[in-house]
């Protein structure tokens, strides 16, 4: 079992930057596809990225892509996404997610706001 913990959610200006962080217990990520996602009140899940296991490998949709960088700190068993650029449109709820067979993510974060003001 693993569980997730997000952090480093607030309130940013739009352009700003913000670093999200989701911290694992209960079981090592190294071996793990991690995935961030996004969703609003009402709104469907968004994919926001994922990272393979060692880093080397990232990807992003359309709509973060140049903007938002997903890492790993395997050895702090933490993986990050850092926001640049933020948009008003980029306000909503943060997950992150783990998966072991890179395809489903059954482990889930509880999530952290990211508001963007214009």
């Known amino acids: 079992q693993v569980q997730l913990v997000e952090s480093g959610g607030g309130l940013v200006q739009a352009g700003g930057s913000l670093r999200l962080s989701c911290a694992a217990s209960g079981r090592t990520l190294r071996s793990m596809v991690m995935g961030w996602f996004r969703q609003g009140a009402g709104k469907e899940r968004e994919f926001v990225g994922r990272?393979?296991?060692?880093?080397?490998?990232?990807y992003y949709p359309d709509s973060v892509k140049g903007r938002f960088t997903i890492s790993r700190d395997n050895a702090k068993n933490t993986v990050y996404l850092q926001m640049n650029s933020l948009k008003p449109e980029d306000t909503t709820v943060y997950y992150c997610?783990?998966?072991?067979?890179?395809?489903?993510?059954?482990?889930w974060g509880q999530g952290t706001q990211v508001t963007v003001f214009s």
């Open positions: 990272i393979n296991w060692n880093g080397e490998n990232t």
């Open positions: 997610a783990a998966s072991i067979d890179g395809g489903s993510f059954p482990y």
